[in-house]
T-cell receptor
Framework: KNEVEQSPQNLTAQEGEFITINCSYS?????LHWLQQHPGGGIVSLFM???GKKKHGRLIATINIQEKHSSLHITASHPRDSAVYICAVKKTSGSRLTFGEGTQLTVNP | EAGVAQSPRYKIIEKRQSVAFWCNPI?????LYWYQQILGQGPKLLIQ????????DSQLPKDRFSAERLKGVDSTLKIQPAKLEDSAVYLC??????????????FGEGSRLTVL
């Protein structure tokens, strides 16, 4: 079993829909990252969080440390949100990030 | 502020040839990472530098891969000789060691390697 599990693996939505991507982990962590990767390879860091909730524009990230679970929400989704969303955790032991498999999001107009 | 710069963006070589990738991190970022991302998979850490010292190179195939960050600023990743399975995107990232947003990763656009 992977230490970081994302769901769903693939998600197709209509423009304007509210989207949720989930990340569960099984190890102790000091931080969790949400990353966005568009076709072509470039990765953008969306959030880094260790507790609570963060919001940036239409994106919201939450984390529940006790339940070892984080969610990424996209409100009023748009076709330009189509990308792979990756959850990565920094374990309390060590400095290396452990990555989830990613969620492929497609938003249709 | 300028982002993480990587070059070349694309490289095609034949197996057994050598290749080098260059990365210039964001100014002031002490930590620099090289990741290998094979198509359809998540990034895999090859090496992590803190200033000019190596923090983690446990997943670097040292028989063919080498990396250096001599002056603690820019870095070079070399593959010699290349194998077919080295075809991947090589991502460089950097982060602050202290101060605001410590640990937040900033990635370059990546260098896509195709080995024929």
């Amino acid at each position: 079993k992977n230490e970081v599990e994302q769901s769903p693996q693939n998600l197709t939505a209509q423009e304007g829909e509210f989207i949720t991507i989930n990340c569960s982990y099984s190890v102790g962590i000091s931080a969790l990252h949400w990353l966005q990767q568009h076709p072509g390879g470039g990765i953008v860091s969306l959030f880094m969080l260790s507790s609570g909730k963060k919001k940036h524009g239409r994106l919201i990230a939450t984390i529940n440390i006790q339940e070892k679970h984080s969610s990424l929400h996209i409100t009023a989704s748009h076709p330009r949100d189509s990308a792979v969303y990756i959850c990565a955790v920094k374990k309390t032991s060590g400095s290396r990030l452990t990555f989830g498999e990613g969620t492929q999001l497609t938003v249709n107009p | 502020e300028a982002g993480v710069a990587q070059s070349p963006r694309y490289k095609i070589i034949e197996k057994r040839q050598s290749v080098a990738f260059w990365c210039n991190p964001i100014s002031g970022h002490a930590t620099l990472y090289w990741y290998q991302q094979i198509l359809g998979q998540g990034p895999k850490l090859l090496i992590q530098f803190q200033n000019n010292g190596v923090v983690d190179d446990s997943q670097l195939p040292k028989d063919r891969f080498s990396a250096e960050r001599l002056k603690g600023v820019d870095s070079t990743l070399k593959i010699q000789p290349a194998k077919l399975e080295d075809s991947a995107v090589y991502l460089c990232a950097s982060s602050r060691l202290r101060g605001p947003n410590t640990g937040e990763l900033f990635f370059g656009e990546g260098s896509r390697l195709t080995v024929l």
